[in-house]
């Protein structure tokens, strides 16, 4: 079955460096997404992309992070200038269909540690 | 604002039992539902999606059930196994609010051999 693969499953950094979070949708999808989940507390939204350019921003998707689809299959996150209270675990999910109506697929997700 | 809430938080049960997990959101208008599993440490693994329009979806062991007006979506899960031990999350796409979704704690569940 198509996944969602994700790449580093753990990065550790030190506060103030910049971070490449990357992700592979599956293959057909046209939707996706950034969540990420601090410990102990609840799935949040990032960021959802969808025909190269941002669909949907929530409040924590500020000016340190950024998104892009370098080529056809990769999906990345960018953050700058990282902070203690990033780290977390972040995910890339995807989705396909109309509008995106399908499940979304998410990926074993990347554990973020800044130092 | 959405506001996702499962009940109960953690549920311990023995092996063979039949068991519902509960999922409730305060804004009615939306898009659809689904229900997730997240292992330790793990990504989340989609189990279920019901569309606004629905009032249950199966798949092997598990009925999700909606009841949009109430607020109110249920997991059903049969026959429960030592490998259904896991974290099981509800989420809502809001009619309002594009894709994204909108996350519910949890409901931790341990089953007992």
């Known amino acids: 079955e198509p996944e969602v693969t994700q790449t580093p499953s753990h990065q550790v950094t030190q506060m103030g460096q910049e971070v490449i979070l990357r992700c592979v949708p599956i293959s057909n999808h046209l939707y996706f997404y950034w969540y990420r989940q601090i410990l102990g507390q609840k799935v949040e939204f990032l960021v959802s992309?969808?025909?190269?350019?941002?669909?949907?921003k929530s409040e924590i998707f500020d000016d340190q992070f950024s998104v892009e689809r370098p080529d056809g299959s990769n999906f990345t996150l960018k953050i700058r200038s990282t902070k203690l209270e990033d780290s977390a675990m972040y995910f890339c999910a995807s989705s396909g269909g109309e509008w995106g109506n399908q499940p979304q697929h998410f990926g074993d997700g990347t554990r973020l540690s800044i130092l | 604002k959405q506001e996702v809430t499962q009940i109960p938080a953690a549920l311990s049960v023995p092996e063979g039992e039949n068991l519902v997990l509960n999922c409730s959101f305060t804004?009615?208008?939306?898009?659809?539902l689904q229900w997730f599993r997240q292992d330790p440490g793990k990504g989340l693994t989609s189990l279920l999606l019901?569309?606004?329009?629905?009032r249950e979806q199966t798949s092997g062991r598990l009925n999700a059930s909606l009841d949009k007006s109430s607020g109110r979506s249920t997991l059903y899960i049969a026959a429960s196994q030592p490998g259904d031990s896991a974290t099981y999350l509800c989420?809502?796409?809001?009619?309002?609010?594009?894709?994204?979704?909108?996350f519910g704690e949890g409901t931790q569940l341990t089953v007992n051999p």
């Open positions: 804004d009615s208008a939306i898009y659809n």
């Open positions: 019901i569309q606004s329009s629905q």
């Open positions: 992309f969808y025909n190269n350019e941002i669909s949907e």
């Open positions: 989420a809502v796409r809001r009619v309002t609010s594009g894709s994204r979704l909108t």
